[in-house]
Nanobody
């Protein structure tokens, strides 16, 4: 299994970015997928998840600003991030699990596969 994130970078406050996660070795149309982030000195935080049972789940910190989606034909997961704030600065990770659904969709221990991370910096 390989998950490769792309789309990170530097953006001004209030701006937007879209992260992509290209998956190989698993089928995202069937498996549980999620986005996490980790800022320096902080725990890894679950942001959004998508699976065939619950649909989408969002953390309160990003609800209304971030949107998780996937393109089954491309086997690619996305995270559209709008109205970015300085506190969104972090390394963003794509995560996956082969189960149709996981018990706690925003908990890191429920996912077995991880990408290498993409840096997102929000600064003027």
């Amino acid at each position: 299994v390989q998950l490769v994130e792309s789309g990170g970078g530097l953006v001004q406050p209030g701006g937007s970015l879209r992260l992509s996660c290209a998956a190989s070795g698993l089928t995202i149309s069937r498996d549980s997928m999620a986005w996490f982030r980790q800022a320096p000195g902080k725990e890894r935080e679950g942001l959004a998840s998508i699976d065939r049972v619950r649909g989408t789940t969002y953390a309160d910190s990003v609800k209304g600003r971030f949107t998780i989606s996937k393109d089954d034909a491309k086997n690619t997961l996305y995270l559209q991030m709008n109205s970015l704030k300085s506190e969104d600065t972090a390394v963003y990770y794509c995560a996956a699990d082969r189960r149709l659904w996981v018990r706690s969709p925003l908990r890191r221990d429920d996912y077995n596969y991880w990408g290498q991370g993409a840096q997102v910096t929000v600064s003027s």
